[in-house]
Nanobody, 126 residues
């Protein structure tokens, strides 16, 4: 089993920055993809960014490309999401997700990820 714990969410003004953290514990040697998803009130959960086990491949949703950066601290089993130039539309609960290997074609699919954190709230005030 794998446990994921997110932190770093808070209220911030539009144009500001935040860094979210997700620490994995348990059978972390089984993990390949780690990702961030988000879910705004009344909307479906959507893909934000993902990173592979070596940190060499990253993928982003078009809506965050150029503003968000995902990185992975491999020795400490932690993944980060640096969020810059935040907009009100970025307001959501942000979830960390992780999975064993699968084709990179499917990194945006919620159903592909086996493990999920409890979520951390990000609120961007306009």
């Amino acid at each position: 089993q794998v446990q994921l714990v997110e932190s770093g969410g808070r209220w911030v003004q539009a144009g500001g920055s935040l860094r979210l953290s997700c620490e994995a514990s348990g059978r972390t040697d089984s993990l390949y993809w780690m990702a961030w998803f988000r879910q705004a009130t009344g909307k479906e959960r959507e893909f934000v960014a993902s990173i592979n086990n070596s940190g060499s491949n990253t993928y982003y949703a078009d809506s965050v490309k150029g503003r968000f950066t995902i990185t992975r601290d491999i020795p400490n089993d932690t993944v980060y999401l640096q969020m810059d130039t935040l907009k009100a539309a970025d307001t959501a609960v942000y979830y960390c997700a992780a999975s064993a290997p699968f084709s990179r074609m499917f990194v945006q699919q919620v159903s592909r990820y086996q493990y999920w954190g409890q979520g951390t709230q990000v609120t961007v005030a306009s």
